[in-house]
């Protein structure tokens, strides 16, 4: 699978943006699907995933109440919707994709995601 990240820009505090994650390859709907974000000087981190239905998520304490994961599976896309943005929200954003059975549950273990997007920069200034 391969996954494409866009939809990064440079906003003020408060603002929104919306990130995309366009799939492609077999089997697109059979993998869950992870936000990561890296700022400069810091480790990569977890933002928030979604199975493979779209009907379970999980978020970093971070974002939470603040961004919302969702997905068209007819679209084979993922979506970042991001309110109330901080300036430490400032990162570059990763999309990775998960092969996983039906049932499982939904994760932020960065290392057992087998595909990564290029990132797509957001910058949140004050």
């Known amino acids: 699978v391969q996954l494409q990240a866009s939809g990064g820009g440079t906003v003020q505090a408060g603002e929104s943006l919306r990130l995309s994650c366009a799939l492609s390859?077999?089997?697109?709907?059979?993998?869950?699907i992870g936000w990561f974000r890296q700022a400069p000087g810091k480790e990569r981190e977890f933002v928030a995933a979604?199975?493979?239905?779209?009907?379970?998520?999980t978020y970093a304490d971070s974002v939470k109440g603040r961004f919302t994961i969702s997905r068209d599976n007819n679209k084979n896309t993922v979506y970042l919707q991001m309110n109330s943005l901080k300036p430490e929200d400032t990162a570059v954003y990763y999309c990775a994709a998960d092969w996983v059975i039906s049932s499982a549950p939904v994760h932020g273990r960065s290392s057992e995601y087998e595909y990564w997007g290029q990132g797509t920069l957001v910058t949140v200034s004050s």
């Open positions: 979604i199975n493979r239905s779209g009907g379970s998520t």
């Open positions: 390859g077999r089997m697109v709907n059979r993998y869950a």
